[in-house]
Nanobody, 119 residues
Framework: HVQLVESGGGSALAGGSVRLSCAAS??????YSWFRQAPGKQREGVAH???????TYTDSVKGRFAISKDDAENTLNLQMNSLTAEDTAMYYC????????????????WGQGTQVTVS
């Protein structure tokens, strides 16, 4: 039974930082992504890490967010710095990619999401 469980969301002030984690169980994935979805908007890919450790970010978070994974703990992380109100969204981790990293429909497994609110 594959399960992804996010944690670490909450409220932050503009310019502040939040660190998200996603604990995976039931399977060891080589690649992970973080997505986010703001009210009234489509789910968008935020960051991706592949099996070689290569990192990809959407333009709006480059230089501010950092994705990482801890293979020993089977955990995915997202360090978010210099937050703005535009970063307010529900954040999801995703695994089981079989296509393009930023396309939500190309993932099999999703966490339940964790809310990040920036004011």
């Amino acid at each position: 039974h594959v399960q992804l469980v996010e944690s670490g969301g909450g409220s932050a002030l503009a310019g502040g930082s939040v660190r998200l984690s996603c604990a995976a169980s039931g399977y060891i994935f080589n690649t992970y992504s973080w997505f986010r979805q703001a009210p009234g908007k489509q789910r968008e890919g935020v960051a991706h890490i592949d099996s070689y450790g290569r990192l990809t970010y959407t333009d709006s978070v480059k230089g501010r967010f950092a994705i990482s994974k801890d293979d020993a703990e089977n955990t995915l992380n997202l360090q978010m710095n210099s937050l703005t109100a535009e970063d307010t969204a529900m954040y999801y981790c995703a695994a089981g990619k079989y296509g393009t990293w930023a396309r939500p429909c190309d993932y099999t497994y999703w966490g339940q999401g964790t809310q990040v609110t920036v004011s």
